[in-house]
């Protein structure tokens, strides 16, 4: 069956530390994979995008990565800061089709 | 200008009562989704409107769940004879037919269910 797993529940970091997420997807052949940030009581903010045939997309201190060979993307928080603190969710859309399919998100926690 | 809105903020009912959910777009936008998100789990896909088109209904899980947009534009997601397990937050989103790879979401409805 299709499966789209996010490393750890919660991560806990030190501000200036790079916070790094993992999304791997198995049985799923997506067209693009999106990241968005979800802050307690709020709706799902899209952050970046990156398509099956990018390797790298940046977005001022945010990184993401897809490997298709690997399944799996990833998420880097750089020079982290306690505003960075919420859910990050990833979520994955197959070719001809707009339905996202996310995971069940990693919280992340930027210690002062 | 406007996000996405969504209305009640919250709602708490009584197992077999009906609940309606509402959903303003963005202006404009003419892709319309339905999500719900359960305690500890990622979103998962209910309805999606584009336009005239027939909507696609292949998430809704049973045949007590229901939605309708009118006029193109506001949504309404009909939850009849709730049970428990359909407390959960539902989430509205809206996206430009020119963009539709960027969703738009509201803040949600949470939904409990006694």
């Known amino acids: 069956s299709q499966k789209i797993e996010q490393n750890s529940e919660a991560l806990n970091i030190q501000e200036g530390k790079t916070a790094t997420l993992t999304c791997n997807y198995t049985n799923y052949s997506p067209a693009y994979l999106q990241w968005y940030r979800q802050d307690p009581g709020r709706g799902p903010v899209f952050l970046l995008l990156i398509r099956e045939n990018e390797k790298e997309k940046r977005k001022e201190r945010l990184k993401v990565t897809f490997d298709t060979t690997l399944k799996q993307s990833l998420f880097h928080i750089t020079a982290s800061q306690p505003a960075d603190s919420a859910t990050y969710l990833c979520?994955?859309?197959?070719?001809?089709?707009?339905?996202?399919?996310f995971g069940a998100g990693t919280t992340v926690t930027v210690r002062a | 200008g406007a996000g996405v809105s969504q209305s009640p903020s919250n709602k708490v009912t009584e197992k077999g009562k009906d609940v309606e959910l509402r959903c303003d777009p963005i202006?404009?936008?003419?892709?319309l989704y339905w999500y719900r998100q359960s305690l500890g789990q990622g979103l998962e896909f209910l309805i999606y409107f584009q336009g005239n088109s027939a909507p696609d209904k292949s998430g809704l899980p049973s045949d007590r769940f229901s939605a309708e947009r009118t006029g193109g534009s506001v949504s309404t997601l009909t939850i009849q004879r709730t049970q428990q397990e359909d407390s959960a937050v539902y989430l509205c989103?809206?996206?430009?037919?020119?963009?539709?790879?960027?969703?738009?979401f509201g803040p949600g409805t949470r939904l409990l269910v006694l």
């Open positions: 202006s404009g936008h003419t892709a």
């Open positions: 979520a994955l859309v197959r070719s001809n089709d707009y339905k996202l399919s």
């Open positions: 989103a809206s996206s430009p037919r020119n963009s539709q790879e960027t969703q738009y």
